[in-house]
């Protein structure tokens, strides 16, 4: 029989995506997560992207917006349809600042866009904001494609990051900062029922 967590994972890499109000850009994984950005947005399932995060560590694979920006041009997205979220310095900020700006702007349905080994506890994070404050916010899972898993970069191997990110989830949830694997589950059914209407 499988996990809890097994059956999330499950679900979460092969989310069924709705026609949105913004692509968010998680910043990370240097130049490997804008593609997919930019290709929801040219297939029009939403009208804007959200770059969020304002940390810049190469070594880290943050790169700096100035160094995203015209690469998301250069795909054929509008700039007046870029917006750079650029307080956050973590998974938790970037949660907190993109809801705000979803609150501000009556956005109702987001994409989410991170790479695969982070794209969990991304969500969770995000997911433990709209619980908590019961927020009839719908957030879809987009990670990034065509990544490799065994390629050796500056800020590691994506492979070897998959412990570090699920061990993670556990310290964070342990305090509070996450949703749990089932929330998660129940907003996944819920979400269906509305978007399958």
């Known amino acids: 029989m499988l996990t809890l967590r097994e059956k999330f994972i499950s679900i979460i890499g092969n989310d069924k995506l709705s026609p949105s109000d913004a692509i968010i850009l998680l910043e990370g ?5 804008y593609p997919h950005a930019a290709e929801l947005y040219k297939r029009g399932m939403a009208r804007k992207i ?8 190469y070594k880290y694979g943050s790169f700096p917006y100035s160094s995203i920006y015209p690469r998301l041009i250069e795909a054929g997205v509008a700039s007046e349809d870029l917006i750079h979220e650029s307080k956050s310095l973590n998974t938790k900020e970037q949660a907190d600042e993109v809801i705000n700006l979803a609150l501000k702007n009556n956005w109702k349905h987001l994409i989410l866009v991170a790479s695969a080994e982070h794209q969990y506890r991304a969500y969770l994070t995000f997911l433990k904001r709209v619980i908590d404050e019961d927020l009839k ?5 987009s990670p990034a494609k065509n990544i490799t898993w065994f390629d050796e970069t500056d800020w590691g191997i994506r492979y070897n990051r998959l412990d570090q990110e699920f061990e993670r989830i556990q310290k964070y949830t342990e305090l ?10 129940e907003y996944q059914k819920w979400k269906e029922t509305l978007v399958l209407k």
């Open 50 to 57: 959200v770059f969020s995060g304002g940390i810049v560590d």
């Open 29 to 33: 994984d240097g130049f490997n997560r």
């Open 137 to 141: 916010i719908l957030i879809f899972n």
């Open 176 to 185: 509070g900062h996450l949703a749990t694997y089932s929330q998660a589950i």
